[in-house]
């Protein structure tokens, strides 16, 4: 009896524990629903948009600007270090208006030294030139040289972002927005910058074009750093991959997936294309070779050469043929050979004629 009793308290614990557990484990639940998580490292966690095999995808003609393909080219996701392409096209705009020199002086700051990820970890108070900042920003990607750029230029990372946005407005890119000029994940209570892949190539087709001098940095995949202390690869695999690739930018975060702008120039034509958010760097790379070369395929015909199409222009007139004229007239050649035969017969004898009666004697 007493064992019975036993067994039944147990029976009962064992009960109120499931269900105590149970409560606890929907309000932990609920909590994780309601209260934003923060990483270990102080970064905000923000949602995931990427997808398989991709987030969103466009071609266009670099030429014309024409759109050759699209898929979700208006899904928003985060681009990462692909951002660094808007960090390219404030600073060339100085550098072509003046207000910026190659060799101008970028001295890194204790900001810039604690930003993680791809980095050529510089040192406060490290000074390299704007180009060898350059390089390393789009060769090694790095986001210290990034943070000590926007400090020196824009006098503050917000200062530089504001000028960021303020291009992308001028731009037409309605659906991005910059917080960082890395485009590494956001401190907590920060926002991530967002784009969408159809943004992505406005900025680079504006790139390209105003300033051509962007493939000095994006068409590299090697480069030493630091007098050669430091040895940059590039992390854009198609420039040895695709024919004719030389740029642009890749781009990586846990929740952003991986992105791409790519473009490639085969006979005198040039395609870009953008693949935003794919859960594996294989798959984005495969997805954005497979449309450039659906964006070259989808080119319209280039038109003939301005001198051939005058030079067939120009030509007289051809005559008239049709399939009865060689049955209206079956003898006119040999008519016409005799016709002109006989005139000339007559000629000859009219000549003979001359010549003869220049020989006798004028008696008439």
């Not at 499931?18 to 639940?29: I, S």
């Not at 990427?50 to 050759?68: E, M, N, Q």
């Not at 003046?98 to 108070?125: D, M, P």
């Not at 975060?253 to 791409?260: M, V």
């Amino acid at each position: 009896m007493t064992t019975n009793k036993t067994i039944g308290l147990m029976s009962v614990v064992c009960a109120v524990v499931v269900v105590w557990a149970g409560v606890a484990g929907a309000e932990n639940k609920t909590a994780r629903k309601t209260v934003p998580k923060k990483t270990t490292s102080g970064r905000a966690s923000i949602p995931l948009r990427s997808a398989d095999p991709y987030l969103g995808a466009i071609v266009v003609d670099a030429d014309t600007g024409k759109v050759l393909f699209e898929n979700n080219a208006d899904s928003a996701g985060f681009p990462a270090s692909v951002i660094k392409l808007m960090d390219m096209m404030v600073i060339m705009d100085r550098i072509a208006a003046g207000q910026l020199s190659l060799s101008n002086s970028v001295t890194a700051t204790a900001e810039a030294t604690r930003v993680g990820g791809s980095q050529v970890y510089l040192a406060e108070h490290e000074v390299f030139s704007l180009e060898d900042m350059l390089y390393a920003l789009m060769v090694k990607s790095a986001n210290d040289v990034a943070m000590a750029l926007a400090i020196q230029i824009g006098g503050s990372a917000a200062g530089f972002v504001e000028m960021m946005n303020r291009k992308a407005v001028e731009l037409g890119m309605t659906s991005t927005t910059f917080y960082s000029p890395h485009g590494l994940p956001p401190n907590a209570g920060q926002k991530g910058d967002t784009s969408t892949a159809r943004d992505l190539a406005l900025l680079a087709r504006a790139l390209i074009t105003q300033h051509p001098e962007i493939f000095t940095y994006t068409s590299v995949q090697m480069r030493p750093f630091r007098n050669g202390k430091f040895i940059m690869q590039s992390h854009n695999h198609l420039l040895h991959d695709v024919a004719g690739c030389d740029g642009l930018k890749t781009g990586f975060i846990s929740a952003g997936g991986f992105s791409i702008v790519a473009t490639a120039k085969r006979g005198g034509r040039r395609v870009i294309a953008v693949v935003l958010g794919s859960k594996d760097r294989l798959v984005r790379d495969a997805r954005a070779a497979e449309l450039l070369a659906k964006g070259f395929a989808a080119l319209p015909p280039l038109p003939p050469p301005v001198g051939v199409t005058a030079a067939v222009t120009n030509l007289p007139p051809a005559p008239m043929m049709t399939e009865e004229s060689p049955s209206a007239e079956p003898h006119a050649g040999w008519l016409k050979a005799a016709g002109i035969g006989l005139l000339a017969g007559l000629a000859v004898l009219g000549i003979a004629a001359l010549v003869v009666k220049s020989r006798r004697p004028h008696d008439f």
